[in-house]
């Protein structure tokens, strides 16, 4: 049974535009979210988190977005680049870590974002 | 350079054949993780170590045998693995507080 769950496999956006990724998890134990972005031939690389005691983080063009009675998150992009086109995997963490500590961390299995030019 | 370093980046192997992946990570964390990414799945978590203890095994197969001589090192030992045992091998370290830090990944082929 998956404990996160990213709907879509794959977003197209035109440059420029915002891109919205979306990720729901079961488990109401997470208290800490991550998102990682993955390119081909390349392992995921940290992009930016938030922790269940805030409902929005914002990193330059990131936003994270957390509606934890909905156990819903989000993550904005605008203006959508070229070089955003990769994987993205939501992840999860119920230590209170971004690490996940001992338990390691819950991932979705990711969105391909394409933009178009 | 990631700071998380893996070796092989390619692996194919048959299903006699007994090989070892490689870990090290150069940041100064006390936790090294394995992670399994299969085609249309999640990373699936496989092993934790913390301060060179094994504090998480995922109900992982004997077939694979983690090993951590140290905190900046990990090793993944293979030994007759399954064609479906076939995925890309993500070795990971963190530190408390910060998040999980991933290598490149090894692509491992059983044939």
């Known amino acids: 049974d998956q404990q996160v769950k990213q709907n879509s496999p794959s977003l197209s956006v035109q440059e420029g535009r915002i891109s919205i990724l979306n990720c729901d998890y079961t488990n109401s134990m997470f208290d800490y979210f991550l998102w990682y972005k993955k390119y081909p031939a390349e392992g995921p690389t940290f992009l930016i988190s938030i922790s269940s005691i805030k409902d929005k983080n914002e990193d330059g063009r990131f936003t994270v977005f957390l509606n934890k009675s909905a156990k819903h998150l989000s993550q904005h992009i605008v203006p959508s680049q070229p070089g955003d086109s990769a994987v993205y995997f939501c992840?999860?963490?119920?230590?209170?870590?971004?690490?996940?500590?001992?338990?390691?961390?819950?991932f979705g299995k990711g969105t391909h974002l394409i933009i178009q030019p | 350079e990631t700071g998380v370093t893996q070796t092989p980046r390619h692996l194919v192997m048959g299903m006699t054949n007994k090989k070892s992946l490689k870990c090290e990570q150069h940041?100064?964390?006390?936790?090294m993780y394995w992670y399994k990414q299969s085609a249309k799945k999640p990373l699936e978590l496989m092993f934790v170590y913390n301060f060179k203890e094994q504090t998480e095994n995922n109900s992982v197969p004997s077939r694979f045998s983690p090993e951590c001589p140290n905190s900046s090192h990990l090793f993944l030992h293979l030994h007759t693995l399954q064609p479906e045992d076939s995925a890309l091998y993500l070795c990971?370290?963190?530190?408390?507080?910060?998040?999980?830090?991933f290598g490149n990944g090894t692509r491992l082929t059983v044939t």
């Open positions: 940041l100064g964390h006390n936790a």
């Open positions: 990971a370290s963190s530190q408390v507080g910060l998040p999980l830090h």
């Open positions: 992840a999860a963490s119920a230590t209170h870590s971004p690490g996940g500590g001992a338990d390691g961390l819950t």
